[in-house]
Every structure is written in C-alpha cells, then in structure tokens.
C-alpha cells in the first residue's frame, strides 16, 4: 500500500447487478489535495464506484483503503465519519429550512437549557457565517430559506458544510448540471478553494468542459472497465473528448508519476 501518496486506493473492484457486470477489477486511487476528473458515458460504471466507496453498495470483489487503512463501509454514515462526504445533483438540501439549518442538518449544536436542550440557533448562524466566508462564499443572511437560492449558491451550501465538518475526500456528482456559465465558473472555484484548505476531491463527470479546467488527472471508465488514466498535462480537453467517445485510452502513458 501507498499509505503517504494515496488518500484513497480501491484494488481489482467488481460489481454485478443481477447479469449485469457494473464493474470489472476497477483500480482507482485518489492522492491527498488532488482533484481526479472521473469521466465515462452514461453507464460506464462511475457512479457504481464511488457509491461503492461510500459506502451505499458492498463490492462483491476487492480492496479499498483509506489513508492507508483497509476500510469495508456497510453505510455512508461509516464513511462520514471517516471524512468522506457526497453532494449529489439534487444536493439534498431542504428548501423550507434556512441556510444555517441545512448547514448543520443532522449535527446541530444545542443549549442546555435546565433539562431542556434547544437548537443554538445563534451558534448555528455565526459558524454558518464564518465558513462560508472562509471558503469564498457569500450569501445574503444564514436565515433566509434555501428556496430562494441559485443553483450555484447551493452547491456553495453544500461544500461549505462538508468543508466544515472536516471532509477529507469530497464526492461531486455532476455538480455543474443546469448550473449557469458564470454558476459554473464559481463553483469551480469554491472545488479549487477546497482543494488548498486540504481536501481532496473526486468530481464525477461525462461532460469534459466541466471537469478539464480544475482536474490535476483523469480518470476513464466504459461499460465497467478502467480504460486508462491520464495527468493533465499529457492531454488536451479533445484527447479526454476522444478518449470518452472511443472508449480506447490510446495517448501517452499509462501509469503516469
């Protein structure tokens, strides 16, 4: 094992839905402050992975560990408590809570009051507040209800709260979908900020235009099988384009340091 070089390491990883073969001896690694652009069609087995490594499906074969340490998570709240946090296209925040409550959803601060506990809702707004702040976010007041946000102003939320709560490896799943252009370009920033605060990311994707600008390598799954890895700077956005569509990893080195 790599314990010092690799945050994350899953080792010959199979997965088979009935007679469907979702994934084939997938080996995928994840290194401390990268971003992994992890691309493939529709069906290439992308989202298999990496609910495999959170814990919502058991591999039927393989390895995986996590700073080192071989981890077999039975529920994504085993793997939260690792580090490890997912934000989902619908983001799963709960429009008719303010932005303070879905902050802290599931973990808020409480006062004892006698034998009486009450959310700290001043607690709740001023650390809300701070971290936005910290990781670049702006929003207008902790209280105001999460339906009246943009797109991108919730994906912020969504970071900033796994940010918070010390999040080691961050999972983005299509985070950009029906994300505006400008919407897009910031949450790039806020992926890029989380990065320089220490974690590290993997940003699931079939859309090259969204994940080349902010990925440090790729990685290329079809029909259930890792086709190949790439770091930056050995292709354009056109070689991952053709990559994807051809389904063949054919440029450049395979195993690159």
């Known amino acids: 094992m790599h314990q010092d070089q690799y945050l994350v390491e899953m080792i010959k990883i199979r997965k088979k839905f009935g007679e469907v073969q979702a994934l084939k001896d997938v080996d995928f690694t994840v290194r401390r402050r990268e971003i992994v652009g992890l691309l493939g069609d529709n069906g290439a087995g992308k989202s298999t992975l990496v609910k495999i490594l959170t814990g919502i499906f058991p591999p039927d074969e393989g390895e995986i560990y996590f700073e080192g340490e071989r981890v077999n998570f039975s529920s994504p709240r085993q793997a939260r408590k690792m580090g490890i946090e997912t934000v989902y296209q619908d983001l799963s925040l709960i ?78 799943d299509e985070p950009l979908t029906s994300l505006s252009v400008r919407e897009q370009r910031t949450v790039l920033g806020y992926m890029e900020r989380a990065r320089e605060l220490g974690a590290s990311l993997i940003f699931i994707s079939h859309n090259v235009h969204h994940v080349y600008p902010v990925a440090d390598r790729f990685v290329f799954l079809d029909k259930g099988v890792k086709i190949g890895e790439r770091i930056k700077k050995e292709v354009s956005a056109d070689d991952v384009t053709e990559i994807i569509c051809s389904g063949k990893a054919t440029a450049k080195s395979e195993n690159p340091k």
């Open 95 to 172: 429009n008719l809570m303010n932005i303070s409550r879905n902050f802290f959803l599931g973990r808020e601060p409480v006062r004892k009051i006698g034998l009486f506990g009450l959310l700290d809702m001043k607690k709740m707004n001023n650390e809300c507040k701070k971290e936005l702040d910290q990781i670049g976010i702006r929003v207008r007041y902790t209280n105001e209800h999460v339906a009246v946000l943009s797109g991108g102003e919730r994906q912020a939320v969504s970071i900033g709260r796994c940010m918070y709560f010390g999040v080691k490896l961050l999972v983005l």
